[in-house]
């Protein structure tokens, strides 16, 4: 019987043999670690990838289109008026002077005047039964189509208020009617002021637009 049986104790609880049974101490504690670093490695080297595919995929351009211009070149936009067309001279627009009030020898001498400022004559006379005393205001000025941003703007420097309408005549010159209201062509100085305006506009504000 081996020293260690207890006294008393015998048949199939006795221990026999000189090697006994170790006992195994867990390790649940280092497991936890191992796998909890192991996450973390396969998670950077998944975003190590990532960053790989974005950068040979074009994502690094979005990215940078994405972020600030700093570096994108300032175009500046030519204004309009540098692009409008020449208006025409006085000494070129042929002027018919027609009297739509009830005061005799207006046309006529509104006619002189004009012609004394360069204008071409034309027509002198009273207005039809279309426009007679039917006009209220300073007058109107009419023309063909093509006249309202060319002949009618600068005939519109010697009669302030005047009316620009455009009707379905063939030709290119252009009627002054006379209306109730009308007392005086615009100053001579005050007109070539307006004459310089319309010819040397002040340039409006250049537009800047960034591109890269």
């Known amino acids: 019987m081996s020293m260690l049986t207890p006294p008393g104790m015998g048949g199939k609880y006795r221990i026999t043999g000189d090697k006994y ?5 867990r390790r649940r ?3 936890g670690v191992a796998l909890v670093a192991s996450v973390a490695a396969l998670g950077l080297v998944g975003w190590g990838t990532l960053q790989l595919i974005d950068l040979f995929t074009g ?7 994405a972020g600030p211009k700093a570096d994108c070149a300032t175009k500046v936009s030519p204004s309009a008026d540098t692009k ?7 000494g070129t627009i042929t002027v018919n002077v027609y009297n739509a009030t009830p005061r005799s020898g207006l046309a006529k001498s509104t006619a002189d005047e004009l012609k004394k400022r360069g204008f071409k004559i034309g027509d002198v006379g009273n207005a ?3 426009f007679d005393k039917k006009v209220k205001g300073t007058g109107i000025l009419l ?6 941003n060319s002949s009618l703007p600068v005939l519109a420097t010697q009669l302030a208020g005047a009316e620009k309408r455009a009707d379905a005549r063939k030709g ?3 009627d002054l009617i006379l209306g109730t209201a009308f007392k005086d062509l615009t100053s001579k100085a005050d007109a070539d002021k307006a004459l310089g305006v319309l010819a040397n506009p002040s340039p409006a504000p250049a537009s800047s637009k960034k591109s890269c």
């Open 172 to 174: 290119t010159d252009v």
């Open 59 to 65: 994502g690094g351009e979005k990215a940078s289109a």
């Open 84 to 90: 409008r067309p020449a208006l025409p001279k006085p």
């Open 29 to 31: 504690g280092r497991l």
């Open 21 to 25: 049974p170790r006992m195994r101490r």
């Open 143 to 148: 023309g063909p189509p093509s006249a309202l």
């Open 128 to 130: 039809s039964k279309e």
